[in-house]
T-cell receptor, first 113, second 114 residues
């Protein structure tokens, strides 16, 4: 089944404790992206990767890192999480870029206390 | 830079009534426009997209949207609402320039009353 998977689905952590949210797609897509969803703000793009060689910041990259060492995986890293990073996170992928249909993962709900 | 504004964070309609969700965009170059739907506790899925081929775009589940350049709008409509249409709807914009950015609106929650 073609899909985007994220792990974990739910995570409660404490301020300053490094964490990684994994994202993997099995559709051989070039483009992958991370978003956070907050009430009243919609989805805001954190980072995107056009391919394994190109990664760039979205609109809200502060406090986040990403890595694209292979085509299928695009982990999101929070090296020192803070309470304002409590949010619902989505990973998405598409064949070639943002002009194509985005395929979204199921989301990761992160709470930082 | 592009931007998207969705007018109305909550819209309530009766079952069988017309659904109209509003989206206005800003873009200095020809845009690609999308509507995505998010059902409770799920990720987003594509309803329809505009890529300049035709101004009236038909999507899944009976939804359609019309691109109006003069009004910079891309409103989503459905003639007759069904209970299963209750969800959150997002408008999004990007361009064909060599950037990976995709900009979403704030979202509109559609409530369908029996």
């Amino acid at each position: 089944e073609a899909q985007v998977t994220q792990n974990p689905r739910y995570l409660i952590t404490v301020t300053g404790k490094k964490l990684t949210v994994t994202c993997s797609q099995n559709m051989n897509h070039e483009y992958m992206s991370w978003y956070r969803q907050d009430p009243g703000l919609g989805l805001r793009q954190i980072y995107y990767s056009m391919n394994v060689e190109v990664t760039d910041k979205g609109d809200v990259p502060e406090g986040y890192k990403v890595s694209r060492k292979e085509k299928r995986n695009f982990p999101l890293i929070l090296e020192s999480p803070s309470p304002n990073q409590t949010s619902l996170y989505f990973c998405a992928s598409s064949p070639r870029g943002p002009t194509y249909e985005q395929y979204f993962g199921p989301g990761t709900r992160l709470t930082v206390t | 830079a592009q931007s998207v504004t969705q007018l109305g964070s909550h819209v309530s309609v009766s079952e069988g009534a017309l659904v109209l969700l509003r989206c206005n965009y800003s873009s200095s170059v020809p845009p690609y426009l999308f509507w995505y739907v998010q059902y409770p506790n799920q990720g987003l899925q594509l309803l329809l997209k505009y890529t300049s081929a035709a101004t009236l775009v038909k999507g899944i589940n009976g939804f359609e949207a019309e691109f109006k350049k003069s009004e910079t709008s891309f409103h989503l409509t459905k003639p007759s609402a069904h209970m299963s249409d209750a969800a959150e709807y997002f408008c999004a914009v990007t361009t064909s320039s060599n950037t990976g950015k995709l900009i979403f609106g704030q979202g509109t929650t559609l409530q369908v009353k029996p």
